[in-house]
């Protein structure tokens, strides 16, 4: 808010309240001088016609800031809506993502299950063998290959200890 506003809005305020203040005085001087018998002046009790165009004055402002708050409100509404359109627009093709997204890992998973198993198809055609079973093989011939190995050396350590003496 720029300073001339501020001070703008503050001597509006300021004339509003002692406005106001001012009317109430007025009216309470006026009945304590009814009731009190004093002789009050007609023109005292009637508004001057500056008043009311003053007042008529002040409703054309207000009537021009009510229409621009109108005009104000419209155009938040209208942003509203097209942000509510906007939003569904988006809900829509994220679920249409999702949807494309599943149907995607669905078919990599059936393109999975076809590459495992040609290739177990080939293996088989193939003669290739089974990893696994060869490396189980693989593990309990070089345990018993080390215990047969293990067997000789100490044969042979036995032997040259018994025949060497």
Known sequence: MSPGKLSFSAVGLADKLLGGYIEVF???MRAAAEVLGFAV??????PPPASIDRRLAKLEVA??????SLTAVEELQRQAEEGKVEHERVRAELAATIASKDDAERKLQSIQALITQDVEA?????GVPNVAKERLLGFASGVVASIIASGVMALTVWAWKHFAS
């Open 122 to 126: 080939f293996q088989t055609l193939a």
């Open 26 to 28: 007025a009216v309470v």
């Open 63 to 68: 009537k021009a800031a009510l229409m621009e």
């Open 41 to 46: 002046p007609r023109l005292l009790w009637e």
